[in-house]
């Protein structure tokens, strides 16, 4: 759901109409961009201004579960594969790859000096 701005003391929910697997986390990006990490291991990009997918990111093999974007747009992914992933968030490509988990990556934060925290 997309919950448009809060008017008349209420919040006004707007269905994003989406296929493929289950989302498994959300995270707001800049110039109206919203991330929702799949069950299947995508990454859709939609535009909030127009309601729609403008771009599909792959790479993961397995369930995203977590999704961090930066204070410079980078999109940050955490995923069951055992890998966290860094994209561009200008054109969405693909720049490096961490490994090193020896399980799930369920939790991802980034902080303010771009040190990437994930467990």
């Known amino acids: 759901w997309r919950w448009a701005g809060y008017t008349s003391g209420r919040l006004t929910p707007r269905k994003l109409r989406r296929l493929g697997a289950w989302p498994g986390c959300l995270a707001v990006g800049l110039?109206?961009?919203?991330?929702?990490?799949?069950?299947?291991?995508r990454i859709e990009v939609w535009s909030t201004l127009i309601n729609s997918c403008v771009q599909t990111l792959h790479g993961h093999s397995a369930c995203?579960?977590?999704l961090v974007v930066g204070k410079d747009g980078t999109v940050y992914?955490?995923?069951?594969?055992?890998?966290?992933?860094?994209?561009?968030?200008?054109?969405?490509?693909?720049?490096?790859?961490?490994?090193?988990h020896t399980g799930s990556v369920t939790c991802l934060a980034v902080g303010?000096?771009?040190?990437?925290y994930s467990g």
Not at 31 to 41: E, M, N, P, R, V
Not at 112 to 116: A, E, F, H, K, L
């Open 31 to 41: 110039s109206g961009k919203l991330y929702i990490g799949d069950g299947d291991g």
């Open 64 to 66: 995203v579960d977590a």
């Open 77 to 100: 992914s955490a995923s069951d594969d055992l890998t966290v992933r860094i994209w561009s968030g200008d054109d969405g490509s693909h720049l490096h790859t961490l490994e090193g």
């Open 112 to 116: 303010s000096d771009g040190t990437v």
